[in-house]
């Protein structure tokens, strides 16, 4: 996080918080992975690579909590990244979406059973469609020993 504040800190409008994103504000176990990008809230599979080095307490917000928090009334473009959890985080973000104050959602969604508890493409996609959201692209699909993400 040190890291990324210091990459921001001359950026104008740009703001940085050290917490993780979910469904609910609380904490929750980061699965710290020793192949860094496949840390994850979520378990891995045995279909994952690396192994857990490290699990680490982490305070978690939900984006409809954190949006009145910071006085956030519209989201452009939200971008989860969040190996698996994105469904929550989107679950997080209902209020804000059922309101339309999101325009435009960009996550990734993992196909294979690469983390344990992966909720299904139909569960997701249903999701977003009862909220008035559409499936506009794949992007950059990821192949993993006959895995594949987008």
């Known amino acids: 996080y040190e890291q990324l504040k210091a990459n921001c800190r001359t950026l104008p409008g740009v703001n940085t918080w050290n917490c993780g ?15 860094t990008e496949m840390s994850s809230f979520l378990a891995p599979s045995v279909f994952s690579c690396g192994k ?51 325009a435009l959602i960009y996550f990734e969604f993992i196909f294979s059973d690469m983390y344990k508890n992966l909720p299904s493409f139909h569960e997701v996609f249903r999701y977003l469609c009862e909220r008035n959201y559409s499936l506009v692209t794949f992007y950059e699909s990821h192949f993993q020993e006959e895995l594949v993400s987008w």
């Not at 982490?58 to 910071?70: G, R, T, W």
Request: charged share 25%.
């Open 21 to 35: 994103v979910g469904s609910t504000d609380g904490t929750l176990v980061f699965q710290e992975n020793e192949v």
């Open 52 to 102: 857990i080095v490290k699990s680490t307490q982490v305070e978690v917000a939900a984006l409809d909590s954190f949006a009145i928090k910071h006085d956030i009334d519209f989201i452009h473009i939200l971008k989860s990244d969040a190996q698996g959890f994105d469904f929550e985080v989107l679950k997080g973000a209902s209020d804000l979406m059922e309101e339309n104050r999101i």
